[in-house]
């Protein structure tokens, strides 16, 4: 067990260190596939070994309470300076704010730890520790052909490549921590490591708008840090411990235990980037796409719901459970409502995954059995569709060097391949069998009981089929015969893409099979199992998912639109209907004077309706309300 | 089984003949109530069969793709409904189809291909949260998604339901293009989109997308025996009913715009649903 | 059972024409007259015949007015745009040769100078039972192009 914690968590760091050292592309990159082999191997071995609990007493000789204390004041020793660095009073006075808390913490209350079990690992950290390792050492590889074209179309000149993998390889034992540990002391300290990363990693690029988003970043996730910290002093005031797993299953008084567990979705909401902190996540969009494909959609945001799903047993049937299911509902319609006005590609998806994430948040917040079930099933696909999303969004901005959707028309044409992996990713997102949509399926039949939970996850999942149809839809559009030159891509870019798209499709078909050897144990004792599995069909007592006979009608489906595809390439092209004067040209017809002119149409954004600066001012205030009925709701 | 087997071949087979002649029906009343004779009852087969041997063309080939996608998705919703499976997987099938619709006519360059396939994601927008919430409420009082168990239903949900039936109404009216939803594209001749979503389809692919509007037509009047599910005539009686009003609306209104659609649906609709459901949640 | 198929074909064919009318440069005289067939007077939906606005989805492409060096390109494309098979309808003195505008200094003549012409229907305007004539020779045409089709 030590070992296997060493590689998940320590192994990155080295090969962090490794790669801040060597500068050298080909060792950077031997390094950084070795490690990535590691992980995945790492992840796979772990399957057979949970539930485990594993206390390391020493790390080298040195007590390893000793060392998170030296480590966590370190942390906010660095956020402090970036702090003044920046010249940014909230993210010092939130730094100091923390490390009063902590040190009161460990120096008063506490006496130097270690009677909590550190690391704890049960089927919902195997989850989670899978798709950070599998997904994220995906992305990392995909990173080297990326981080290079990237830096060559900057024409910089001393490469910044070593920082950047150095802290996207930390960020990767970071996350594993967050997921491993049970003492949440440790998981407090892992939980920084994420928010400073993500902060170096936004400010990567050095523009004033990178460094600027960057900082904002911090700041936000600080107060989410602040509130955490303050959760733990609580809790160890009340309580006398730290051990996650105690704290859910002893349960003691609900009065006692709900504002720290407020507190703790408090820090969640900033760290997924819930309404109204969302800005954060959408500013984060100016890094390189490898960081929004691996924190901010499929890795770290998904700590806040992480957490949530954690401690989701103990406030089961609590006002702050329902409260919790509103504000996510909220979330996942505001969030998606944005995103329909949207235009850039990359904040499409920034938004989608706001709602995503907020529809993971209702779920917990349903707390049922059925209602747990979708929320683990979106986390996994969502994380692999949106990997997929970015990777495919990156792809094609270093191809057209633009990231608004208008200028992907007919990208078909161009990138062919890359353009139908996109669609395939958009399919995966809102089809079913898919396993977003089996999630969605689940989340709306657990939270149809839920007033107005349903109505606006109604609303919301309407508005996201919108945006995403459009996008698939100008991808494919310009007259076309069906003849293509493959685009040229680095080997790297093309596992990556492929292997996250076929992972996204033949995971969802095995979806009924990972709830059972999954979910149900990851649901362990607190819930009751719900869907019953036969013939590949999920199915409880008011609802049924034909998972695996749909997947196979789809596969036949599929088949027969593949040979209509084929068969119509033998009829006649003719150009698009232009009232009778158009040219040889798709979008060109003849105007007065016999001049060309182009037939413009652009997509309906419904800025009036749906823009961000109409839009925002009210959501934010809105989720301020609900977010003060979830805090105030606990006090 | 034999019973599943059957139900396949129903959903597969009758349902869209059966949809085919609710489309020749609607045409002769439709012009009756215009003062005409109208088109013999079989009309919708003769266009469909014609349509089927016209010359294959295409503006692009995921065109082709897209209309298969669309028949076989209405096709496995209504097979599923008459397997009385769940009906908000039955939804989403549906939705499948929806979507595959508009990638297809946005696949084509054509203004009024790519505005008709904006609007008919409008229309989507709009009906859709309607139908969700419809299905939220039969699951309230009848506990269960399942159509069987909804079937067995002791008695007729209209009367615990009133306000979401005529909510599902709405989006009946929407996706059966009536007027005056009739925006992405209609039944009638042409409009100022020429033929909107439908524009560039043509001949045998325009024949599939037909025949998944059957499709459809079937499955939403499915949605609706949900409603008196006790006894075939009252059944049927509903669905006449209804089916007649929606044609009546059709013939009394104007086509309206999208945001008018929107607006006016959304209210309506959002405050039908919410009494409704308020009702069953305290009743 | 092809043949069979091919008469099921041949008569939905004969009961199903949809019809794209196109103003090439009428006094709109003749295009009234079209557009009375549809009215409760005449009802062609009586034979299936629907209105469309789309030479896609076309099978009659009916042509009133003149053709001049503007429009004749339009023409062409509608044609090219529909679907086989397709037959051309010129209606009113100007669509068989130009009519009263035959020597205006724009003007190319009638619609079979740009496109091959099935049925012509004479009159100024033509009458709307001479246009519904018309149209049901033009479903004959339907005919004896499957025939041509079957021979090669
Ligand atoms: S034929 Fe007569 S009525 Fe018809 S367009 Fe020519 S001038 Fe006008």
Redesign the interface.
Known sequence: MAEIIFLLIVVPFIAALGCLLFRIQFIRASIIIICAGLLMGGSLFLIPMIPFAYSPGSFFGVNIHEILQGADFLLLLIIFYFGIKHKNLVIQALSIFQAVMLGYLEFFLSDGGGHDVVFYCDHLSLILVLIICIIGSIICLQAIPYMKNHEAHLKIAVSRQPGFFFVMLLFLGGMNGVVLANDMKFLYFFFEVTTLCSFLLIGHDKTERATRNAVRALWMNSIGGAAFVSGLVYLYVKLGMLDMQNIIHTTPQAGIIVLPMALLCFASFTKSAQFPFQSWLLGAMVAPTPVSALLHSSTMVKVGVYLVLRIAPAIQGMFLSQCITVFGAFTFLAGAALAVGQSNGKKVLAYSTISNLGLIFACAGVNTSEAITAAIILIIFHAVSKALLFLCVGTIEQHIESRNIEDM??L?TRMPLTALITVMGVITM???PFGL?LGK?MA??AA??S?FG??M???G???T??YW??W???L???????KFKLERQPVLTWFALISLSLGAASLSVVSPWIYKLGIIPAMGKDYLSSYALDFGILEN??????VLP?SL?AVF?FL???L??K????????????????TSE??VF?GPMNQNVI???G??YLSS?FGETRLTAWINIGAVILLTLVIGGAL | MSNTIIAIIIGFLVAPLVGGLISGLDRIITARLQGRIGPPVWQAFYDVIKLMSKESMVVNVWQAFCAYAYVSAAAIAVVLFFLKSDLLLILFIQAVGAVFLVVGALSSTSPYSQVGAHRELLQILAYEPLIILVIAGIYLETGSFKISAIYDWNQPLIFKLPFLFVALGYALTIKLRKSPFDLSTSHHGHQELVKGVLTDYSGPYLALIEIGHWYDVVLLLGFCSLFWATGAVGMLALLALTYFAEILIDNVTARMTWRWMLGYVWAMGFTLCSVNLIWVILG | MKKMLGKIIASTRMKSPWILHFDCGSCNGCDIEVLACLTPVYDIERFGMVNVGNPMHADILLVTGTVNHRNKKVLTNLYDQMPAPKVVIAIGACGLSGGIFRDAYNVVGGVDRVIPVDVYVPGCPAKPEAIIDGAVLALKKFEVLRQQKLAV
Do not use: C, K
Request: net charge positive.
């Open positions: 028309r007919g078909y809102i089809m079913p949509l399926w709306m039949e149809a009981r007033f349903i109505i996850i109604a609303m999942s309407a508005l089929v919108m149809a459009r698939a839809g100008i494919m559009s310009d007259p076309f015969a069906g007592s008011f609802g049924v998912f034909a749909l009608v489906g027969i639109a593949v209509a595809v068969g119509a390439t033998r009829s006649r092209i003719v150009m698009p209907y232009l009232s009778g004067v158009q798709p979008r003849r037939a413009e149409a997509n309906y309706i």
